[in-house]
């Protein structure tokens, strides 16, 4: 089993009930693909360190999963990088 950290950050212009179901879509995606989540956390509406696409804030989320494989993992990329409503993501290797 892999263990990987997923950050992403959502566009702050949707409304709360927008942000919720942008953020359970892409835990979907990832339970679809055979990934398990172990934690979520919601972090809130932050300041950026710099502005992104004109947004100078977002609503930053992170998953804490559990995979055999990439497939979850590409495809988390795959559709976040389509989505408008996510600005940016980061995919990071947790070592044990």
């Known amino acids: 089993m892999r263990n990987y950290e997923i950050m992403f950050i959502v566009r702050p ?3 709360e009930d ?3 179901k942008v953020i359970k879509d892409f835990g979907k995606i990832l339970t679809d693909n ?3 989540i172990i934690n979520e956390k919601d972090m809130g509406q932050r300041e950026l360190a710099y ?3 004109d947004f100078k804030s977002g609503f930053y989320y992170v998953y804490n999963i559990e995979t055999n494989d990439d497939k979850a993992i590409n495809e988390f990329d795959r559709l976040s990088l389509i989505s408008k409503d996510i600005i940016r993501h980061l995919i990071t290797k947790e070592e044990k």
């Open 13 to 15: 212009t949707l409304g």
């Open 34 to 36: 055979g990934a398990k």
């Open 51 to 53: 502005e992104i696409n």
């Open 18 to 20: 927008e942000v919720k």
